[in-house]
């Protein structure tokens, strides 16, 4: 049996046309541009990407994409300060701080300073606290993302059990979270295994779904699952490559090629969750506008 692909790239592609005949919508019936806010500190290459990534896709979405790149060396209470203008400006419905920041600076504080109304990550602790309990809110990208492709993939979630590796803040914890939701598009039975878990293999074996989320490449191998399974690759890792053209190629954290023999459907590495997190991020700015609006 060889897989299913489970084309995130597609899918992504799919819900952008979406979200950006909403965004025409907005302009034409409320004369409203969505606005996304991007603040960079410092230089770190790989931020640099994502926010360029960022203000590509605002643009093609015909979003407002402002962006705000500030040296390594800004004080805390300088980020503070545009975090509170951009608060306070109509214009822009979205803020985004990338992250990691400079040691030096409170990430936390920074994160909470974030209007809710406005915090299209999702990090901010009332909608962390608002997703925990159900209620609707901005949920994080990468885990929404996620949740999107298994939906709009045709995966069956309900009863299923779900097994989650990785329990971090960004991707593993949500996860959980929202596929253990009382609601139709969940109500999945969820394990989440760590390094401090025993007999991973067990576990992982008696998954219907399973989501990588660990950051080690390939170590999610063929005896790990069973037949059928529905695999989703989150993991991003870089492994040396002297044939490849920078040295180095992208994988995930599942071992694709041995693995797809197995299972009922698979996402890839490229072309898998990567695409969704930062459509999931135009949704949730389109969703701040229509909230602030108070529409559907
Ligand atoms: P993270 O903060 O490092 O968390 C990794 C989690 O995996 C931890 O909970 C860790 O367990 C667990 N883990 C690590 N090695 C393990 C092992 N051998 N067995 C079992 N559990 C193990 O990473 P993250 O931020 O969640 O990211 C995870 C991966 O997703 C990374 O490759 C990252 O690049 C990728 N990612 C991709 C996107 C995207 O847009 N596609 C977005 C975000 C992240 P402990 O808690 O016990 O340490």
Redesign the pocket.
């Known amino acids: 049996m060889s897989a299913k692909i489970i084309d995130g790239k597609a899918i992504a592609e799919q819900m952008r046309t979406e979200i950006k005949t909403q965004a025409q919508e907005l302009k034409s019936k409320h004369g409203i541009t969505p606005g996304l806010a991007v603040v960079l500190v410092g230089e770190d290459p790989a931020s640099q990407v994502y926010v360029r990534m960022k203000g590509k896709a605002c643009a093609e979405a015909e979003f407002f994409s402002d962006e705000h790149k500030l040296p390594a060396e800004t004080s805390e209470a300088d980020l503070l300060e545009l975090v509170a203008k951009l608060n306070a400006d109509d214009k822009i419905h979205g803020i985004l701080v990338q992250l990691p920041l400079p040691k030096r600076i409170d990430e936390s504080k920074v994160l909470l300073a974030i209007d809710p109304a406005k915090d299209v990550d999702g990090f901010h602790p009332t909608n962390v606290g608002k997703m925990m309990v159900g209620q609707e809110t901005f949920l994080p990208?990468?885990p929404h993302?996620v949740v999107q492709m298994l939906i709009r993939s045709g995966v069956e979630i309900p009863g299923k059990h779900v097994v989650i590796?990785?329990?971090?803040?960004?991707?593993?914890?949500p996860l959980m979270n929202m596929l253990s939701q009382k609601n139709d598009r969940a109500n999945a039975t969820v394990t989440?295994?760590?390094?401090?878990?025993r007999n991973?293999t067990e576990i992982t074996r008696q998954a219907d779904i399973l989501i990588?989320?660990?950051?080690?490449p390939k170590?999610v191998t063929a005896d790990m699952v069973k037949d059928g399974v529905v695999v989703i690759d989150?993991?991003?890792?870089r492994v040396d490559d002297p044939t490849a053209k920078r040295g180095y190629r992208l994988v995930?954290?599942v071992d694709f090629e041995a693995v797809k023999e197995k299972a009922a459907a698979i996402s890839p590495?490229p072309g898998?969750?990567?695409?969704?997190?930062?459509t999931m991020l135009l949704y949730n700015t389109i969703t701040s506008v229509k909230t602030k609006l108070g529409i559907e």
Do not use: E, F
Request: glycine share 20%.
């Open positions: 990208c990468t993302g590796v990785g329990r971090s803040n960004i991707v593993g914890r989440c295994v760590h390094t401090r878990t991973m990588a989320a660990a950051g080690r170590m989150v993991g991003v890792n995930g954290d590495v898998g969750v990567g695409p969704m997190t930062i």
